[in-house]
T-cell receptor, first 116, second 109 residues
Framework: DAGVTQSPTHLIKTRGQHVTLRCSPISGHKSVSWYQQVLGQGPQFIFQYYEKEERGRGNFPDRFSARQFPNYSSELNVNALLLGDSALYLC???????????????FGPGTRLTVT | GENVEQHPSTLSVQEGDSAVIKCTYSDSASNYFPWYKQELGKRPQLIIDIRSNVGEKKDQRIAVTLNKTAKHFSLHITETQPEDSAVYFCAQGGGKLIFGQGTELSVKP
């Protein structure tokens, strides 16, 4: 059974460019979350999507956007890249979500983004 | 705002000893507390979690305790092995997970 997959593995971009990162959740999982992990720190929440709708957003600027497709895969887009956007971008999938319960989140291998 | 404090930031133990990592959270509405292990260059791996209706949970050499009154939870690893060496993150969550800063555990043979 395949786990969470992400592409690309590594990416080098120049300041001001935009980037699109992709994530495929575990089969049967309907919720995808995105996290940014800067070296030496814990992951920081960016977005959560469930059933193709945004269900949560972290403290990130509007340059960050995301969407979820009918097959539950997801894209994270970052515009006008800054040096500070260099990080490991992690996608996590979970079976579902609810207002008062939480379901295990399983992470993909991440995309290492370097902005020069 | 929501915040998770994790201590210690680094922990070095001898093989066979126990290791304890502690976290304190601020959001009293949280009901889900997972722990992740992240080896260098790899993805965070869920190793154990606990929900607010339970005070303790064990899985072989790993256990987690939760004190909702004091708003803290702890990871206990017994009989540590060199392969336990990694960075461990606690988190609190509902739809989103708020992570602690991580603990780098080193188990010396």
């Amino acid at each position: 059974d395949a786990g969470v997959t992400q592409s690309p593995t590594h990416l080098i971009k120049t300041r001001g460019q935009h980037v699109t990162l992709r994530c495929s959740p575990i089969s049967g999982h309907k919720s995808v979350s995105w996290y940014q992990q800067v070296l030496g720190q814990g992951p920081q929440f960016i977005f959560q999507y469930y059933e193709k709708e945004e269900r949560g957003r972290g403290n990130f600027p509007d340059r960050f956007s995301a969407r979820q497709f009918p097959n539950y895969s997801s894209e994270l887009n970052v515009n006008a890249l800054l040096l500070g956007d260099s990080a490991l971008y992690l996608c996590a999938s979970s079976l579902k979500m609810g207002p008062t319960s939480s379901y295990e989140q399983y992470f993909g291998p991440g995309t290492r983004l370097t902005v020069t | 705002g929501e915040n998770v404090e994790q201590h210690p930031s680094t922990l070095s133990v001898q093989e066979g000893d126990s290791a304890v990592i502690k976290c304190t959270y601020s959001d009293s509405a949280s009901n889900y507390f997972p722990w992740y292990k992240q080896e260098l260059g790899k993805r965070p791996q869920l190793i154990i979690d606990i929900r607010s209706n339970v005070g303790e949970k064990k899985d072989q050499r790993i256990a987690v305790t939760l004190n909702k009154t004091a708003k803290h939870f702890s990871l206990h690893i017994t009989e540590t092995q060199p392969e336990d060496s990694a960075v461990y993150f606690c988190a609190q969550g509902g739809g989103k997970l708020i992570f602690g800063q991580g603990t780098e555990l080193s188990v010396k043979p």
